[in-house]
Each structure stands twice: as C-alpha cells, then as structure tokens.
C-alpha cells in the first residue's frame, strides 16, 4: 500500500464517513506531481549526471505507483453504485491496452526522433490526464448513502 493510500485511510478514520473531496484532491496532488516528476526527467536526462537521473527516475516512480491505489479508489468512487470488481476490471484494461500503444508510439517517436520527443509525447498525455482528474467533480452518492444509513440504489435512496 503506498503512502498517499496510507494517508487517505488515515483520515478516513477521523472523520468516520466517505471522504470524497480528500480523495480527489490527493490524487491531483499525486498526479501533478507525477506530471512534475516526467518534466524534470525529461530535460534532466541529457545533462549527463547520472546520479541526478536516478534520484529523478526513483521520485517519479514514486508518485506514478502511489496513483495506482488512488486511481481505483478515485474509479470506485466515481462508478459508486456499482461493485469495485467491474471499475478496478475496467480500469486495469484500459491500463493495458494505453500501456502498450503508448510503448509502441514512443518507441516510434525516440526511433525517429529521440529520446526528448519520446518524454514530451508522455508528458503531454500526462498533462491531458491532469486536466480531466481536476475537471471531474465527485459524486456525493457515496456520502449519501452513508449520512442516510440505507442502501443507495440507482439514485434513490432506500431507507
């Protein structure tokens, strides 16, 4: 479990109920971040120290695995009356198949181009994916769910 996982359950137990603003926000934190991390990697890459590259590459690691357990629980969150098999599913298949075209389409890209382009066409779609983690507002369905202590069923409320 990572940190940034650790930290959202941490403060789940204080507050005794979902904590939809919390989550969403940690994962924009960790995915700027990330975001932060593949820039400096990027235009570090070529200034030949090669310490600074591997502390570099650990920082961003760092933060890319930390998104992982935020993502599914930002997905769950998202898609709440439905179970957590069907968006984790989902969610790694998608994984998958971005996975391997964009493993194809930056081999391409540093084949022809080198390794600069290759980074930027990752941090370009890292950008892309920041934009929409901020725009997408929460569903309170969840909170709702909870406050009433019922079951929340295709947008009502069952008490």
């Known amino acids: ?30 995915y700027i971040l990330s975001l932060v991390g593949m820039l400096v990697y990027t235009f570090i890459l070529n200034l030949g120290h090669l310490w600074a590259v591997f502390v570099t590459a650990g920082v961003l690691g760092f933060f890319m695995t ?22 984790s599913g989902l969610l790694n298949c998608s994984a ?5 075209v964009f493993t194809i389409g930056q081999g391409k890209l540093i084949d022809k181009w080198g390794t600069l382009a290759g980074n930027v066409f990752l941090c370009s ?32 409320v069952i008490h």
């Open 66 to 87: 930390g998104y992982l357990p935020l993502g599914f629980e930002f997905a769950v969150e998202l898609t709440f009356p439905e179970s957590e098999g069907i968006s």
């Open 1 to 30: 479990m990572s940190v940034c996982e650790c930290w959202v359950n941490l403060s789940q137990c204080f507050n005794k109920q979902p904590s939809t603003g919390l989550r969403r926000q940690t994962t924009l934190v960790v």
């Open 96 to 100: 998958q198949i971005f996975g391997i």
């Open 125 to 156: 779609f890292l950008l892309i994916g920041t934009i929409m983690t901020g725009e997408t507002r929460t569903s309170t369905r969840q909170i709702a769910a909870a406050n009433c202590g019922g079951i929340y069923l295709d947008f009502i």
